[in-house]
């Protein structure tokens, strides 16, 4: 298989279904690099500056995720640490865009990666107060009238409450990560890419009032577990701006009836090529029907057929001006170009 092959067959791999009940299926899609960098076989990962250790692990996780995408060699960091000491240097703090060239050439690769993590920490933890309203009992009493389990009525005694407002606390803990990346050509010693970027956790974040009051500083988060999830996502945003990568997006199916329905339920049990005739004997029985035309250009989009995507995606456009086909259509001719970009890139590897 040739490159050029290759990269159409990994654009729109194998799909999984999500949510069938909506309609709604996940493909992996392989994406072209943010940057380019042509020439750019084998890599070598220094330690980043940092606080307390940051520098490694980052260095660690940036190498772990290059590694996954499989598009570059990747010096691995025991041997780059023997060579620097046969040299009298050591991993940190060595590398700048002044020396990446010459430590780089001594180390034999094409590019080098460095940087710095200018915060890596956890806030003391703090304690916070909110009023909020509850019903308290006033110690008074009311007769009501009720119907027991036979239906008969019989007056009871209720407690009557009111509503007060009542101090509450609850713990916060909160964290940051930020990181500088830089990518040098250790050839010419060229600048090859610029990163910085950042990550912040709230344990407030996305919790309920209820959440919140009921926890305590003993289940928050452990600081650990924060640092390594922020660090994650700033390494994992680094490492698909500079190689490409493959993730995870969410496709849409079109319900209807008779054929349309069929082909529904036949591509989310992975049915595609049944799926697609299904939905191809709809488009020729109603051709004004063009959720027909729309669920067999997402079918040729998820084999990469862009071009034959692109058709029937503009056939559904024309029958109904709808948000989901004018989405279609602008996602398959973006995708087109970005596969132009991949290919030169595998190309290029």
Known sequence: MSKRTGAAVLLLGMIWMSCGSTGSVNIRVQKAAAVDMPGVHTIAIVDFKGPEGSGSQIATMVQSKLMET??????????????????????TGIVDPSTAAEIGAMLGVDAMIFGEVTAYKIEPDKQVSKKVKEKQFTGKYKTVTKKDKNGKQKTVKEKIYEDVWVTKSYWVRQGNVDVNFRVVNVKTGALLAAHSDSESYDSQEGKSEYSLLNSTQSNL??????LSDLAEKVCRRFVFMISPHVVSEQRVIESGKEGIARGKKLAEAGLWPEAMEAWRKSAKNFPKEPASFYNLGLAYEVQGDLDQAEELYKEALSLKSKDLYMQALARIRKSKADRARLEQQLENR
């Open 221 to 226: 988060e452990p600081p650990g577990k924060i």
């Open 70 to 91: 499989g598009h570059f060699n990747i010096m691995e960091r025991e041997k780059i640490s023997a060579l620097l000491s046969e040299q009298n240097l050591g991993m």
